[in-house]
Nanobody, 124 residues
């Protein structure tokens, strides 16, 4: 059974950067599409980015395009989310999740495995 653990959250200043890591255990990541989701205060959960296991294709939410970069290192069983030019509205708990569906951007209901989340706060 795939287990996911996020790390790398914290406090960042506006226009700053953070890199989140999602480390997998219990299974190898090369058969899972991994997504990053977030839920801000009083907001619904939304998919920020995801990367397909099949062809490495990626999905980004419009508001993070050009600022966030998702990457995967199957040898380390880890997926990263590099976040640049952070904005206060990026403040949220960030979760990584896994699905066997080979399509990046598939809706959250298809993700079967979830981490516990890491807090990202963007504030001056």
């Amino acid at each position: 059974q795939l287990q996911l653990v996020e790390s790398g959250g914290g406090l960042a200043q506006p226009e700053g950067s953070l890199t989140l890591s999602c480390v997998a255990s219990g299974a190898t990541l090369d058969q899972y599409t991994i997504g990053w989701f977030r839920q801000g205060p009083g907001k619904e959960r939304e998919q920020v980015s995801s990367v397909s296991w099949r062809d490495g294709s990626t999905y980004y939410k419009d508001s993070v395009k050009g600022r966030f970069t998702i990457s995967r290192d199957n040898a380390k069983n880890t997926v990263y989310l590099r976040m640049d030019s952070l904005k206060p509205e990026d403040t949220a708990v960030y979760y990584c999740a896994g699905t066997t569906w080979p399509i990046a951007g598939v809706v959250a209901a298809y993700f079967d495995f979830w981490g516990q989340g890491t807090q990202v706060t963007v504030s001056s």
